[in-house]
């Protein structure tokens, strides 16, 4: 990976911006991270921070809870549970480790970290996908990734083909008994893992072109760890740590990367099998849950919803938003219901191991929008996507990363790896942003998501943002809609709130008393809910094709 172009004498102090090499740098203390020639896992890695602490006992402190069943793993018990499986694991498929693929196929449980954990430190590549998958999109997966093994639920396991060591199933007594082994003393003390080697294979969410299996390196991992744990955020002065509460599905990147992180911290991580937002009021009550890493959805529902007063969240004091933009309406009406909740926005992608940009203190807390500052071991560029050109503070352009976390590539797809990522290392997010005079990123829209009306482009985010502020509204998404005159014109998919009877024309007007003429939405369609993957982002070709259609059938 090359280094970071540094030249210290041209970096303005203020927006990390280098005006000789037209890059953005982050303002961020270095972080220390490992010599890249030195072998270590990001288990291993994750481990050494944690071992670091002396703020918790392992015996004593919870690692994981199950949120239904109250159920407790303590930080001693996952230890030795993960090196029996290890042991256990070796003893039957002597063959499985050194860089062989291993498809994972849960949903969240106590048992998956210990398996993610274990999977690691054999070197075994997790891969670990959606259960909600269809059999064609796993047999899509199992193409690309090419898994000698995969571990299932038997509600899943029936979808997948076969596999060269077969499928273990999770909730079989086969698989459980592997957690008491007698030969954890045959496992290797070392496992020789470099840091080059690949980790895990993660899919994109897919929003935009068939799912891709992102490469991630230990490197890659360690880096991201790296900076969350030496950057810790601050909070009124004391740093924030605790009982955190997942909503996130651990097979996508914001989970996966957070629960390593919640390890290296010695959180305790409470885990819900399935979102639901009433549970999920529920466990912050009963667990006295201070901290939850969530998607923009899950800030809007607290932010809206009249069961919140039910519950007792007086112990609720951040939220980690991420995986969409939140915008500023939502985040001030959060904030003006939940004045001791802050509200940290993160940026990152699966291809930049899930970090990229964050949020450290309440101040820049304050800055709504935004998805913070760049991360410490990461520098950014804004080019214009027309002449190729690196632009400065406060004008829009793709977003460009380059960093030690920045993916390896694309599983078996050299062409998409070529589009993405750069001779010289940058990878190109796809997303149309701009940094501003104080070094905070600000995601505008995705640029093939850019609504083409006539001569002008319209984000869909800015629209979004607008109707949302809308009493009566519940969810939005805007999507482009085909026209002869204007090639495309805005159309909102609206949701209305229980009780409301917003009309198409209210909510045209509400826009255009706020917008240029070119952005006015043109057309309204009410549904039920927006379609969305698990981290919140809208699937806007889900509706386009029922715009399209024009299918009045509901979504």
């Known amino acids: ?39 270590f896992s990001i288990t291993q890695y994750a481990s050494s921070l944690l071992n670091s602490s002396t703020s918790f006992s392992p015996e004593t402190t919870s690692f994981l809870i199950d949120a239904a069943s109250a159920t407790r793993v303590s930080y001693s018990q996952f230890l030795e549970k993960s090196q029996s499986l290890s042991a256990s694991l070796l003893s039957k498929f002597p063959e499985l480790s050194g860089q ?32 909600l998958s269809t059999p064609s999109e796993l047999a899509h997966l199992v193409e690309l990734c090419k898994p000698v093994i995969a571990f299932a639920t038997s509600s899943v396991a029936k979808n997948l083909p076969a596999l060269p060591l077969g499928t273990i199933l999770m909730d079989s007594p086969e698989f459980l008994s592997m957690f008491n082994s007698s030969k954890t003393n045959d496992v290797p003390k070392q496992i020789y893992i470099s840091q080059s080697d690949t980790a895990a294979i993660l ?28 950057n810790k955020r601050t909070s009124s002065g004391e740093e924030e740590s605790g009982v ?49 890493p969530v998607s923009p959805p899950i800030v809007v529902a607290l932010a809206k919803s009249d069961l919140v007063a039910k519950y007792d969240l ?22 003006a219901r939940f004045p001791n909740v802050e509200v940290a926005q993160g940026y990152g992608m699966t291809e930049t191991g899930g970090g990229a940009t964050g949020m450290n203190n309440q101040e820049e807390s304050t800055r709504y929008g935004s998805g913070g500052r760049l991360s410490a071991s990461i520098e950014g560029k804004i080019v214009d996507p027309g002449t190729g050109k690196a632009l400065g ?8 990363l380059r960093g030690p976390n920045i993916m390896k590539g694309y599983v078996a797809d050299n062409a998409a790896t070529a589009e993405t990522l750069t001779s010289d290392g940058w990878l190109k997010t796809g997303d149309l942003c701009y940094f501003d005079s104080d070094g905070f990123l600000y995601i505008v829209d995705r640029l093939k998501e850019l609504i083409k009306y006539k001569a002008y482009q319209v984000p869909p985010a800015e629209l979004e943002h607008i109707i949302h502020s809308i009493p009566g509204v519940a969810d939005v998404a805007v999507i482009p809609y085909p026209d002869e005159d204007a ?51 809208i699937l806007r070709r889900e509706l386009v094709n029922h715009a399209l259609s024009g299918a009045s059938a509901r979504l």
Do not use: C
């Not at 911290?265 to 399935?274: A, K, N, P």
């Open 393 to 400: 503070p406060g004008q829009q352009g793709e977003l460009w």
């Open 100 to 131: 062989k693929v291993a498809l994972i196929i849960s949903p969240p449980s106590l048992d998956l970290p210990v398996l993610y954990f274990s999977l690691i430190s054999l070197n075994v590549i997790v891969s670990p996908a959606n259960p």
């Open 244 to 292: 955190a509460l997942f909503t996130l599905p651990l097979f996508h990147v914001f989970g996966f990367f957070m629960l390593i992180r919640g390890f290296a911290l010695g959180e305790t991580l409470v885990l819900m099998e399935r979102f639901d937002f009433v549970k999920m009021l529920e466990a912050v009550e009963k667990y006295r849950v201070n901290y939850m």
């Open 1 to 39: 990976m090359p280094s970071l172009s540094q030249s210290p004498g041209t970096i303005d102090p203020n927006s990390g911006f280098n005006s000789a090499t037209r890059t953005f740098h982050s303002l961020r203390p270095p972080v220390p991270l490992p010599p890249p020639s030195q072998p």
């Open 487 to 537: 090639g495309q014109i805005p159309m909102a998919y609206v949701v209305r709130s229980p009780g409301s009877n917003i009309s198409e024309r209210e909510i045209q007007d509400f826009v255009a008393k706020q917008v240029s003429p070119y952005k006015k939405v043109r057309r309204v369609a009410f549904i039920n809910a927006i379609p969305k993957s698990p981290a919140g982002k």
């Open 203 to 230: 899919y994109s969410s897919g929003t935009t072109g068939r799912v891709k299996g992102v490469e991630l390196t230990h490197r890659n991992l360690i880096t991201v760890i790296a900076d969350l744990y030496y």
């Open 314 to 335: 007086s112990s609720l004091k951040l939220l980690g938003s991420g995986g969409a933009a939140l915008g500023r309406e939502t985040s001030e009406r959060f904030t």
